[in-house]
């Protein structure tokens, strides 16, 4: 079974500032991938970014970067220099390979970002 | 290209009727799901298709039943809804079994059981 973990259920960050969500997961897959996605109020899901699990490389789109520490099982999204439109919901999601489970993602309950200007 | 569509966006129910939630892709994936999001739960999934034909059971099944018998489309229904089912349902389609392929999701139908 997998399991994805997001302590934060609300964070705040200052415009033009870095805000980093946590993420921790936790299986028995040795392949995997890690995803992000952003909930805007307006409801949709948009795909962030993506780390898989034998990429050496940290992930980084633009102004949002995973910092990856295997070891530790965690899979913290960075947002830099924070823009008033990153104000949403961030949800932190994984697909493993074992017991037919590559098909479908796991995802965690959510952070809720607020930009204060 | 409009992508993932579902119909409708909104809809009021009473406990016991029933209705039936259309997801259409136009992408071509083979891999289609429906999802729940509840407050606090992130998003929780229903059933999933591999291919035309072809259903199984996600993480909270029970109430739901599906169909996929066009690929383009995955239809879900509720028989007798209850007040538990309101929620805001999301369908995803994908190509499939790739480990780092993203769902494409669709803009979600809420639904209140009242």
């Known amino acids: 079974a997998q399991k994805i973990t997001q302590t934060q259920p609300g964070m705040f960050v200052q415009e033009k500032e870095a805000v980093t969500l946590d993420c921790t997961y936790d299986?028995?897959?040795?392949?995997?991938?890690l995803f992000w996605y952003k909930q805007p109020s307006s409801g949709e899901m948009i795909f962030l970014i993506y780390q898989g699990s034998y990429d050496e490389q940290n992930a980084t789109e633009g102004r949002y970067s995973l910092n990856f520490q295997k070891a530790r099982k965690s899979a913290n999204l960075v947002i830099s220099a924070s823009q008033l439109g990153d104000s949403a919901m961030y949800f932190c999601?994984?697909?493993?390979?074992?017991?037919?489970?590559?098909?479908?993602?796991?995802f965690g309950k959510g952070t809720l970002l607020t930009v204060n200007p | 290209n409009a992508g993932v569509t579902q119909t409708p966006k909104f809809r009021v129910l009473k406990t016991g009727q029933s209705m039936t939630l259309l997801c259409a892709q136009d992408m071509n994936h083979e891999y289609m799901y429906w999802y729940r999001q509840d407050p606090g739960m992130g998003l929780r999934l229903i059933h999933y298709?591999?291919?035309?034909?072809?259903?199984a059971k996600g993480e909270v099944p029970d109430g739901y039943n599906v169909s996929r018998l066009k690929k383009q489309n995955f239809l879900l229904g509720l028989e007798s809804a209850a007040p538990s089912q309101t929620s805001v349902y999301f369908c995803?389609?994908?190509?499939?079994?790739?480990?780092?392929?993203?769902?494409?999701f669709g803009p979600g139908t809420r639904l209140l059981v009242l």
């Open positions: 299986t028995s897959d040795q392949s995997y991938g």
């Open positions: 999601a994984m697909r493993g390979v074992s017991g037919g489970s590559n098909y479908k993602l796991t």
């Open positions: 995803a389609s994908g190509t499939g079994a790739s480990i780092s392929e993203t769902q494409y």
């Open positions: 298709s591999v291919g035309e034909g072809t259903t």
